[in-house]
């Protein structure tokens, strides 16, 4: 818990308690941090503010950048768009090996240096001819009032949104933020509760409780990340468990991205996730029923395109973000067999590239 003042605008939240002790407990994700007046939260953005839980961060960001929409990474919607993402500061989980440390570690309100209405976000990706917003860098759970109201505004002005997150959240606000998001990816970054426990400080149940319910309860598209570790969550039988597992419970059309760990934060110590791993993960995904399996952080051309499930043709070619091959139908449907590809498709590819381009949404206010 931290003690560090609170900004001088905060904005009310809903998924809190009062405790027979005085103390507020948030229920927003298992944590269920239990404050006293003026503590903050482990996420450092929801604090106690006049006995009641309060979002510190609304409005506020650290920065807005327009990226391919397969960094996130969504390989199946609406491929080869442009999408602006923008993230806060603070994050519900304590990873040793994040990657984004120097924004969700952040203690520091200077981090967020851009200010936006949600009015503005939606105008501004209009304008820039983004197809969609995400929520990243941090996880938007900890600011999901922010994010609901970016992700309504933008509904309105058709705009999609994008929740990019750990799914570390309980199941009363977990229902009410993802029923305004239109697709995720979510990192599960392992498959045992003492790599959740030791390295993540989480739970993995939780975890997986969201992805049983995007699957079963949502219509969100969404796909799974999973940062390979050497030493940690890269042994055979553990990618096994995790390929099997979502390919039983969730189906094998939901993608699943195994990606490169490199040395940050806390786990400096720990070398690069080797190429050879990553395939050998996304070969254990396919053996395991996965119709989508793919390599990410690394070059990898074959490992990052789309294969057709039924004829085995590449459907999408992927050079790092640019799309190389096209052969599917607006609606996505193999050109060569006809089988329908799982994801969003609407119309012709979009043509953004690798392109990455900072934006100041104070250009975007209206005057």
Not at 12 to 41: H, K, M, N, S
Not at 101 to 119: F, G, H
Not at 206 to 235: C, M, Q, R
Not at 248 to 259: D, K, M, T, Y
Request: aromatic content about 10%; glycine content about 8%; charged content about 25%.
């Amino acid at each position: 818990m931290s003690s560090a003042p609170l900004a001088a605008h905060t904005h009310p939240t809903t998924y809190w308690r009062r405790l027979p002790d005085g103390r507020i407990q948030c229920d927003v994700c298992p944590r269920g941090c239990r404050l006293r007046e003026e503590q903050r939260g482990v996420c450092f953005v929801r604090a106690c503010s006049g006995g009641e839980i309060v979002l510190t961060t609304y409005g506020r960001s650290s920065g807005y950048c327009v990226d391919p929409i397969e960094k996130k990474p969504l390989n199946h919607f609406l491929p080869g768009t442009p999408v602006l993402s923008f993230g806060t500061a603070g994050c519900n989980l304590t990873c040793k090996f994040c990657q984004n440390w120097d924004i969700s570690k952040s203690r520091q309100m200077d981090t967020l240096a851009d200010r936006a209405a949600p009015e503005t976000i939606a105008r501004a990706a209009r304008e820039l001819g983004c197809r969609s917003v995400a929520f990243t860098y941090n996880d938007p759970i900890i600011f999901m009032e922010y994010a609901i109201d970016v992700a309504q505004a933008c509904r309105e002005a058709d705009v999609k949104t994008v929740a990019v997150t750990a799914g570390y959240i309980c199941a009363a606000p977990r229902e009410e933020f993802f029923r305004h998001m239109d697709a995720a990816n979510v990192d599960l970054k392992a498959f045992t509760q003492q790599f959740y426990h030791k390295i993540a400080g989480g739970e993995l149940q939780a975890v997986l409780d969201t992805l049983l319910y995007l699957k079963h309860e949502t219509e969100v598209w969404f796909e799974i990340t999973n940062l390979v570790i050497p030493g940690e969550n890269d042994s055979d039988g553990e990618l096994r468990a995790l390929s099997e597992w979502v390919v039983e419970q969730l189906g094998p059309q939901v993608p699943l991205h195994f990606s490169a760990f490199h040395p940050d934060w806390k786990m400096r110590d720990t070398a690069r996730t080797p190429r050879a791993t990553l395939t050998r993960a996304r070969e254990i995904a396919i053996e395991s029923g996965a119709r989508y399996a793919y390599t990410g952080n690394v070059h990898d051309e074959s490992g990052d395109s789309t294969l057709c499930h039924k004829c085995g043709q590449r459907v999408i070619g992927r050079d790092w973000y640019v799309l190389t091959d096209w052969n599917i139908d607006d609606a996505g449907s193999c050109a060569h067999c006809g089988a329908q590809c799982a994801g969003v498709f609407a119309g012709p590819p979009g043509d953004w590239g690798a392109q990455r381009l900072p934006v100041r949404l104070a250009d975007f206010h209206p005057t």
